[in-house]
């Protein structure tokens, strides 16, 4: 049994109030085309809590997705929260996370949050132009202003959140203006999610998806900004993680760990999954409510992914930074050369960007060995 565990559940699935150009996981809704719209039952909730709960891992962490998970409404979220504490052992540790477009957010949905601890998680792209660019609501009206009412109002309520920003062909290019309008927001806790998808039909990238080198500058430009406001408690996930592995040693995020089955998503329905990024038929590991939850973690990763992340290319295993890298995601592969064997898409960005991080992530986890209080200043949210 894993000592972590995470569920990555998608009560509406891919159901969406908002249409993003880039949005990968659309397609998984096109699986279940017999149901319209598609809401999570009372009886799927209750077996994935009690099911998952009764595993008693050291922590148990509910990561609530979509598509847009507000569309399952507030007194689907109250039910699961009083179902957590109906099946959770007295003093086990479990904690949610919710990731949202923010525009249904109001001071009932931040007074839920607050009361069940959840960590919230807002996507914003950066400044309107290059937000709305992609995230639009109604015909052609973007969703910035929106999500700036929300954060504003997640602020106010005191609920704990961070900004989740898609790096894409035109976001690639403003490193420096997206962070310092977020530090302009008094935002402390950011994520940038590559964006790398294959066009519809599945030959070569998508328009919109990321050039390597320009995520490699991206990626370094947003490195020498952060590195100048580590000290004020700015987090960036990636480099957080990469400081934390050089430090403690610890795996860093999924991509770059060389091993997937991390988590497992679970649709609308109870479908399992390894990934949300391999949402297909081919790759249902069962469903939660009559397969064990130990034989789907058993089942995870498939053997796709397995295999993926075995064969890595000729270049990878003399690469200088391979055990940083550990050839990237596999769908980054998979999804653009439609094999495992060749490098990952990422590959030049990942390679410039460690060459240029490596000595001053050395420097800066040899300062924080000497400090007093380093769990505090390695604090990962």
Not at 299 to 317: G, I, W
């Amino acid at each position: 049994m894993p000592k972590d565990l995470q569920l990555l559940v998608k009560p509406v699935s891919a159901d969406c109030n908002q249409y993003c150009a880039y949005c990968f996981y659309r397609r998984a809704g096109r699986m279940y085309p017999q149901v319209e719209p598609h809401r999570m039952s009372a009886r799927v909730l209750e077996g994935i809590i009690r099911r998952y709960l009764r595993l008693r891992l050291p922590q148990s962490v509910f990561c609530w997705q979509g598509g847009e998970p507000t569309l399952a409404g507030l007194d689907f979220y109250r039910q699961a929260a009083l179902l957590m504490q109906v099946h959770g052992a007295a003093g086990q540790n479990v904690s949610n996370a919710f990731q949202t477009n923010g525009l249904l957010l109001d001071r009932n949905w931040c007074d839920l949050f607050l009361r069940y601890c959840f960590l919230v998680g807002l996507s914003l792209d950066g400044p309107a132009e290059l937000h709305d660019a992609y995230r639009k609501v109604r015909g052609d009206t973007g969703s910035h202003e929106a999500v700036l009412q929300a954060l504003r109002l997640l602020r106010e309520r005191g609920v704990e959140f961070n900004v989740l920003t898609v790096v894409n062909d035109l976001t690639a290019g403003h490193a420096g203006r997206i962070y310092r309008y977020f530090r302009e927001l008094g935002i402390t806790h950011m994520q940038f999610i590559p964006c790398v998808e294959a066009a519809a039909e599945k030959s070569g990238p998508a328009p919109f998806r990321v050039v390597p080198e320009a995520y490699g500058d991206f990626l370094c430009e947003l490195f020498d900004l952060w590195l100048q406001d580590v000290t004020a408690g700015i987090s960036i996930r990636l480099f957080d993680a990469l400081l934390r592995r050089e430090i403690l040693g610890e795996a860093g995020p999924c991509d770059l760990d060389g091993a997937c089955g991390e988590y497992l998503v679970i649709e609308y329905n109870g479908d399992a999954y390894p990934c949300d990024f391999f949402v297909e038929p081919e790759q249902r590991l069962g469903n939660i409510l009559t397969t064990l939850p130990e034989k789907l973690i058993e089942r995870r990763p498939s053997r796709e992914l397995r295999k993926a992340r075995r064969r890595l290319p000729a270049e990878c295993v003399s690469c200088t930074w391979r055990d940083l890298c550990r050839g990237g995601c596999p769908k980054d592969r998979l999804r653009i050369a439609g094999r495992s064997d060749t490098p990952t898409w990422l590959c030049k960005a990942y390679r410039r960007f460690f060459a240029h991080a490596a000595g001053p992530i050395r420097a800066l986890a040899s300062a924080k060995r000497r400090d007093v209080q380093p769990a505090t200043a390695l604090k990962i949210r």
